[in-house]
């Protein structure tokens, strides 16, 4: 890596709070300068605009968060039991994050009306995280492991949505409440529900 | 009503949907006088501040969405059809709202780190919707329609949880799949773990 990678690298990831904290309008170009300990020159050197460190930012702070969502999934050979894991980490790891909540959530609310180059971000994020969870049910029903009447689709959507709507309330009411019950609401769902009959533990 | 209560309900009314889709940050002086063809004197003659601008402007779109959610549960004397009236409220009449999405989760996502006074208003305001449907379901526990093992305030956050994430998810999609599969998984949960055993369709 270069100086140059390393200093543009080192922006991203202190750009990547404030963006995730404040948003993309709320970040001001003396707040950039403040994080990163640079002038406006010396942080349009690296990018191009405000927009382009913002993307990168998002990218930076979703990587993160998906890496840790996914963290361990392989482990477990069960589809239903690496669905569970994958809703554990979102519940568990929060604080190890990108400061500010879900990436995902703070984009996808501010640019929805706003930025479109923010939004297809976001839109690509929400995507390629229900791409695996499709990908993990879709795997299960094939082994037998999950009920084949189930949609991979709606299954990966049902389990992203409760978890971020749980999320926005446990922010709101600073505790972990709703994340909690929304984890044990999808355990049960999947036990009960989604886990092939004759797999049912 | 006077003719300044008039001018000032009227702002409000013009500035809702500028808040909703914009953001409190994203929103300028130059977009507020747009919108309300008023200059910057003729706003600020009726707000002392653009925070107390938005704390209304927020007021005026939550009362709005709140008002369409919970419009026709009395109709109903069963505590279980009541919340699965709210929770069909919430997916219809996404149209008919002040533009831009919820304004609860839109103003959470902004404030919970930032602006302390708007932050404030929308936890209240999830409060209130969390105390109306916890309410339902206490008095339908009361009156043995509903399980007596479920927590009313459990039940709330669920509900509300998964139709703010699905709500999330379908405006970034653009369409309304996420709300409808919500809607589908809420009332099926109503149906099966929720109302009482004795009064099971």
């Not at 543009?8 to 300068?33: C, H, W």
């Not at 349009?44 to 993307?55: D, G, P």
């Not at 959507?157 to 019950?181: N, V, Y």
């Amino acid at each position: 890596m270069t100086k140059g990678e390393q200093t543009r690298r080192q922006i991203v990831q202190k750009a990547a709070p404030l963006f995730n904290r404040k948003g993309y309008e709320g970040t001001s170009l003396s707040d950039l300068m403040n994080a990163t300990g640079l002038q406006k020159g010396g942080i349009y050197r690296h990018f191009s605009s405000k927009e382009e460190l913002a993307t990168e930012a998002f990218d930076y702070a979703w990587q993160k968060a998906v890496g840790r969502r996914l963290e361990g999934i392989e482990s477990s050979a069960d589809s239903v039991d690496r669905l569970k894991k994958m809703i554990s980490n979102f519940v568990e790891f929060r604080s190890e994050l990108v400061p500010g909540g879900c990436p995902l959530m703070n984009t996808a609310v501010e640019a929805d009306d706003g930025n479109a180059v923010l939004r297809a971000r976001a839109k690509k994020a929400l995507q390629s995280w229900m791409g695996r969870l499709s990908k993990i049910t879709a795997d299960g029903i094939r082994e037998n492991q999950i009920d084949r009447r189930m949609d991979p689709r709606k299954l990966s959507q049902l389990i992203i949505g409760a978890l971020e709507g749980a999320l926005l309330i446990s922010r709101l009411q600073k505790d972990h409440q709703a994340l909690h019950d929304a984890r044990q609401h999808l355990n049960d769902y999947l036990e009960r529900s989604v886990r092939a009959k004759t797999n049912r533990k």
